[in-house]
């Protein structure tokens, strides 16, 4: 079974703490983010859709009545990126969910810059993001992980890479469309599964 490092947390982020320092590197200081150039588009779209889904998400009543009476406490460790389009729709809907419960602490970490934990949670041998990571805050094991995106928005993307060879812009742009729709629900539903799976 995986225990995750206390060094990990050393390098961790509060949910708000993350959004604070994005969003100040994109304003004053990019070179902060340590991001290829390439990616600074997608990072500044994907500040932009966080400002929305921050105000516009919600946890519905049922997964929050649940989230309410957990019985132990967890830490919530989410590996993400400022440019990755996923980690932009999913982690605000983790965050929500976290805000939910008192028994849960969310913490995030880049990806780049902690690869030795990215690298027990690989997705098909890739370092696919974002990866929530579900700890037993008593013991630190790590008990389940989620990601890098629901099941079906997954097959969405399966789909387009079989009828066109790869995911190209018109590919990321229905993928986006799909989560817009979803609202956060697959997301929510899968993660209440599996903390019931526990």
Known sequence: ???????????????????????????????????????????????????RLDK???????????????????LWLVISESWCGDAAQIVPMINKMAESSDRIDLKLVFRDKNLDLMDQFLTNGGRAIPKLIIVDKETMQVVADWGPRPVLAQKLVEDYKAAHGTVDEQGK??????????????????IIALMKSI
Do not use: C, H, P
Request: aromatic content about 12%; glycine content about 2%; proline content about 0%.
């Open 1 to 51: 079974m995986i225990q995750i490092d206390l060094k990990t947390l050393d390098k961790s982020f509060t949910y708000s703490e993350f959004r604070t320092f994005v969003s100040e590197a994109l304003a004053n200081n990019i070179a902060a983010l340590e991001i290829d150039e390439s990616y600074l588009s997608y990072a500044q779209l994907n500040e932009t859709r966080l400002n």
């Open 173 to 190: 742009i229905e993928l986006q469309k799909w989560y817009t729709k979803d609202k956060g629900k697959e997301v929510e539903s899968e």
């Open 56 to 74: 516009t998400l919600k946890v519905g009543e049922e997964a929050a009545a649940y989230l309410q009476q957990l019985k132990k406490d967890y």
